[in-house]
């Protein structure tokens, strides 16, 4: 038995919607490479609806995971519902992850958000009375240990 | 999964089937204490007698200078602190040691750092290596101790202990060099090291788990770590692993025999790896000299991956290995021996370490080599952080 649940290891083994887009419509970034863990995620949106999602992930396995989880979360799903996806339905879609994973999730639901804060920019919104203010890099990691 | 191909020795070596056959008698047999005056008693002191004797050989040393312990890390705690504590009452609470040593040697000196002991962290090469003369203008007239690994459990490289010990030496200075990932691996000679103290842990050199040994040249005296009864001459209590000892004793006679042998045959598995991996897949480097290291040690770091990845990839095709990733242990900070060379956070957790032991065959590392040719590019087409050369 591993560290991580079999879900964790078919989307690391086998992860969904991988790739970069370039017609994307929304593209956002969160992580830093120090912390060892980036995710880029790639929107696209049309009627209100995310049509296509693509992710880049520079990170561990769980990194990996959840990032392919949350494409897999907000693929076909209206903004509204993917403003709602929370790092624990991420969590919980994948059986779970050991706690000092747990951060790789909350990148994976900022990932979400950072890409459709783009999206209302580039729509010539602002985004943080939509969106919510976005903790885009991981700053606990200044501190040695992640409690993002 | 029908192959393991077994690639982290450094972590841990399986015991040896002739080790498990010269531990099984003391384990099925009558067991009785070595402390107790009576024939099974005596049996077993002579069990243990035997393993000091034969771990004395191995290391050029009388069999009174060879402390039975729980462990390596125990070890290292005993030389460090024991020292310490001792000359701290002649008002010696200066310790001198590497930025790059084992945890067992980090915590412990930084232990004493809240106790009030000062310590200098001396830098290191960016090919891995302390420097003698960084030793010799760090020692004070307070210095009470200078430890310094042997060889480097990351990156291999194989330290100087020889010219440091000259330099303790020569300024009245105790020297303890954590041994843990030499013994077995290259020839360690106390007496011609110098030291006055040397660690050694059975479980990396086909012995079993959970017990080690303290060279303590005579006439040096740390204090105790471990009180209690009169075990081991009255300087580490408790009653010992007959058993594990003896597998010790085992093991060290074996691994030190056929060295060159063993040696020729794990340099050419370790160097095979270090050239095909370098020239087959762009953007990697080795870490810690080449030449001047263990000879089962390959520590690789790839642009651009998180080493965890790499980790996975290689269990889910049955190879062993391990990271200096962040992501691998429970800080997310990557190896510090890895930053203590120069390394970018970025490159350190990017960072494998391969060792090989002697039961690693050529195929094993040709199986690693296609492997990894194939995994790499296969994980970094996903890396956002990863820019293939032009």
Not at chain 2, 203 to 224: C, E, Q, T
Not at chain 2, 244 to 273: F, M, N, P
């Amino acid at each position: 038995m591993g560290m991580y649940s079999e879900k964790v290891m078919d989307h690391f083994a086998h992860p969904r919607n991988v790739g970069e887009m370039p017609d994307a419509n929304g593209v956002g970034e969160v992580g830093n490479a120090k912390c060892g863990d980036i995710m880029r995620m790639y929107l696209k949106i049309e009627d209100g609806r995310i049509v296509d999602v693509k992710f880049m992930t520079f990170g561990c396995g769980a990194a990996i995971a959840t990032s392919s989880m949350a494409t897999e979360l907000i693929k076909g799903r209206t903004i509204e519902e993917a403003l709602g996806l929370t790092n624990k339905a991420v969590v919980e879609a994948l059986d779970g992850l050991p706690p000092v994973k747990v951060h790789c999730s909350v990148l994976a639901e900022q990932a979400v958000k950072a890409a459709l804060s783009d999206y209302y920019r580039r729509q010539g919104v602002d985004p943080e009375p939509i969106v919510g203010k976005l903790t885009e890099d991981c700053h606990a990691c200044e501190g040695g240990s992640c409690g993002v | 999964m029908d192959r393991i191909v077994y690639l982290d020795n450094a972590a841990t070596t399986p015991v040896d089937p002739q080790v498990v056959q010269a531990m099984l008698p003391v384990l099925t047999g009558p067991g009785g204490n070595p402390s107790s005056h009576y024939s099974i008693g005596y049996e077993a002191k002579e069990q243990i007698d035997t393993a000091r004797a034969q771990v004395a050989a191995a290391l050029g040393c009388l069999p009174g200078e060879v402390y039975f312990t729980g462990g390596g890390s125990e070890a290292d705690n005993w030389a460090i602190k024991g020292t310490a504590r001792k000359l701290a009452r002649q008002g010696k609470k200066h310790l001198i040691t590497s930025a790059f040593e084992h945890h067992a040697v980090v915590h412990a000196m930084q232990a004493l750092e809240k106790d009030g002991f000062e310590v200098t962290w001396l830098p290191v090469t960016a090919d891995g290596f302390v420097r003698p003369e960084d030793v010799a203008a760090a020692i004070r007239p307070d210095t009470a101790l200078v430890s310094v690994m042997l060889a480097n459990n990351e990156i291999g490289t194989i330290q100087p202990i020889q010219e440091i010990a000259a330099i303790c030496r020569e300024n009245k200075v105790l020297c303890h060099t954590d041994a843990v990932q030499a013994v077995g691996a290259i020839p360690v000679n106390v007496k011609e090291l110098g030291v006055d103290m040397l660690s050694l842990s059975g479980h990396k050199f086909n012995g079993p788990k959970g017990v080690g040994a303290l060279y303590i040249r005579r006439g040096v005296l740390p204090d105790n770590l471990i009180d209690g009864g009169g075990q081991e001459s009255r300087r580490r209590a408790g009653t010992e692993n007959v058993a594990g000892i003896v597998g010790l004793g085992a093991a060290i006679e074996l691994a030190v025999g056929h060295l060159e042998e063993k040696q020729a045959h794990l340099v050419a598995l370790r160097d095979y790896v270090i050239g095909r991996v370098l020239a087959n897949i762009p953007e990697t480097r080795l870490n810690g000299d080449a030449k001047n290291r263990l000879p089962g040690n390959a520590n690789i770091s790839f642009a651009g991956l998180e080493g965890e990845t790499i980790l996975l990839d290689l269990d889910m095709r049955g190879i062993c290995a391990s990271t200096g990733s962040a992501c691998n242990s429970d800080s997310l900070d990557p190896s510090h021996v890895l930053l203590a060379i120069g390394l970018p956070h970025e490159a350190a957790h990017g960072t494998m370490r391969f060792s090989f032991g002697p039961q690693n065959t050529m195929e094993d590392a040709e199986y690693l080599c296609s492997v990894l040719e194939e995994v790499i590019p296969l994980r970094r087409a996903m890396s956002p952080v990863w820019k293939p050369l032009a």
